[in-house]
């Protein structure tokens, strides 16, 4: 049972060149969320999926751009990378309406120069 | 003002001590409280959850909710030096789940 899948582990990327991080996860979990994590500041949340076919922004949206393909994938796009988005991104998934313990994946270490 | 806040620390307590760690949170509809473990370099980890006013026990971990003083706490009782991690506080609101910046806690042996 995989659980939440995410990849890349690691990306480096130029100024202005884009990526997509890729998400899936196994549970028949509604909820997705990708958040980012830089030094002191715990887990922000970027956007997040309550069902299938839905997004919404969270704390810090600007600069990407999510896409719910179905139940199972939720992707996370820099369409212009910035240094100031260099981060470990984590995405997770949770049950029916938040109410559940959310699952994450392993990480991606993004470093934007 | 954020909506879910932790002292980022570090907290420092001896092993055997009793450790306790504060989190506050803005969304008095929250239903859904959590306190996950995060180790250096890895993903966070669920410790405990809590969804009614009062004390939930697990082993050496006690969480505690006064939903009208919008407050959650996490007690951990006989640190152990395995026990020095980060610990964040997440709350449900309104379907996202949001998290506090997390607070650094040192067992020393």
């Known amino acids: 049972n995989a659980g939440v899948t995410q990849t890349p582990k690691f990306q480096v990327l130029k100024t202005g060149q884009s990526m997509t991080l890729q998400c899936a996860q196994d549970m028949n979990h509604n909820s997705m969320y990708w958040y980012r994590q830089d030094p002191g500041m715990g887990l922000r949340l970027i956007y997040y999926?309550?069902?299938?076919?839905?997004?919404d922004k969270g704390e810090v949206p600007n600069g990407y751009n999510v896409s719910r393909l179905n139940k199972r994938e939720f992707s996370l796009r820099l369409e212009s990378a910035a240094p100031s988005q260099t981060s470990v991104y984590f995405c997770?998934?949770?049950?029916?309406?938040?109410?559940?313990?959310?699952?994450f994946g392993q990480g991606t270490r993004l470093t934007v120069v | 003002q954020k909506e879910v806040e932790q002292n980022s620390g570090p907290l420092s307590v001896p092993e055997g001590a009793i450790a306790s760690l504060n989190c506050t949170y803005s969304?008095?509809?929250?239903?859904?409280f959590f306190w996950y473990r995060q180790y250096s370099g890895k993903s966070p980890e669920l410790i405990m959850f809590?969804?009614?006013?009062g004390d939930k026990e697990d082993g050496r971990f006690t969480a505690q909710l006064n939903k009208a003083s919008q407050y959650v706490s996490l007690l951990i009782r006989d640190s152990q030096p395995s026990d020095s991690a980060t610990y964040l506080c997440a709350v449900d609101s309104s379907y996202k789940l949001i998290f506090g910046s997390g607070t650094r806690l040192l067992v020393r042996p």
């Open positions: 997770a998934s949770t049950g029916t309406g938040g109410n559940t313990e959310a699952f």
């Open positions: 969304d008095r509809g929250s239903q859904s």
């Open positions: 999926s309550a069902s299938e076919g839905t997004t």
């Open positions: 809590i969804y009614s006013n």
